[in-house]
Structure formats: C-alpha cells, structure tokens
C-alpha cells in the first residue's frame, strides 16, 4: 500500500545513501549531481522541507521510506506549480509506484490546493516517467533541447502539464 506523508527530519539518513547513487539520481534534479557531503545533503533537505512554496510528501510502501514527491515553485496568484518525483530505493523501481504517486499528488494539486495548472519536465531518456505521466493525463507542451548533461552528454527534456479542466478522478 503507497501512502503520502509530510517529510520529517527523521527521513533524512535515507537521502545520504540516495544522492549518493549516481544510478539514482541520474534523472533526477540537477543540484542532486552537485552534492556530494553529508553536510550538503542536509542544509539542501532541511531548506526543502521548510520551503512554503513547496508541498513535499515522503513516499511510504508497506510504511518503508523509499522517495519523496510533491509540487514546487506553488504560486498562489496563477494557481500553478512544478510536479517532482524521486524514488530513491532501487528496489522499488519498476513496480508502478511513480504512476501511482503521480496520480495521488494530481489529485492533492487539484483538491486540497486548488491549483489550475501542474507542469513538469522530464529528461527523454527516463522513458518510464514520459510513460507515468502520461498514463496520470499530462500533456506534452514542449522540448528543451539539450537542457542537461548527464554522463557527458546532454538531452533533452520535455515540459508536459495538465490542466484541472483535463483532469479527472
């Protein structure tokens, strides 16, 4: 069973193995190929977890800690925000947590913060996260090319949203 829960300081020790997977993190946001202490890890997640333009939910399965999603840069004048997911347990991966998660935080955007527009970007090469959102109804609006470098090479990366007009439960 996925639950969602408000990320607590406690969850902390699990992102020190995470970030430090280069497997992990290769998709993932590009601060996360920059950290590379304990120190670092901790000031980046303590500084999320009390960012009021954020709403970060831990991922629990079975009540085991294995990533965390939410919705970032939340602005309340235009009633929008940026969808992110990490699931940083590998043995997790492939299980079809991510379209599950992504659906459960749509709802949270729509419902309890009464967002109109969520977006996302997501690098071509993670295949299985295009495929998440769009099985959750995000759109494709966009390309930006070669927008990251990972492993010496750069990508692209796609903007996708969906609308609360679109979305339905």
């Known amino acids: 069973m996925i639950t969602l829960k408000p990320l607590v ?3 902390l020790p699990s992102f020190y193995q995470w970030i430090k997977d280069e497997e992990a993190i290769v998709y993932s946001l590009s601060i996360f190929q920059a950290m590379k202490t304990d120190q670092q890890i901790k000031e980046w997640y303590l500084s999320s977890i009390n960012d009021k333009r954020n709403s970060n939910r831990g991922i ?11 919705i970032s840069g939340i602005s309340s ?3 929008s925000g940026e969808y992110f997911i990490f699931i940083g347990d590998k043995n ?3 299980k079809g947590i991510g379209s599950e998660v992504t659906k459960m935080i749509v709802k949270i955007a729509f419902t309890e913060l009464d967002l109109n527009r969520l977006m ?12 998440a959102y769009q ?4 759109v494709l609006e966009g ?3 070669q927008a990251a470098l990972r492993k010496g090479e750069f990508h692209d ?3 996708m949203s969906i609308l609360k007009s679109e979305w339905s439960l």
């Open 135 to 138: 099985r959750a109804g995000f």
């Open 143 to 145: 390309r930006l090319r």
């Open 120 to 131: 996302l970007t997501v690098s071509v090469p993670n295949v299985a996260g295009v495929k």
């Open 77 to 79: 004048t235009n009633k």
């Open 9 to 11: 300081p406690e969850n």
């Open 157 to 159: 990366k796609l903007v």
């Open 92 to 94: 997790y991966w492939g």
């Open 60 to 70: 629990f399965v079975d009540g085991v800690f294995v990533g965390y999603a939410g």
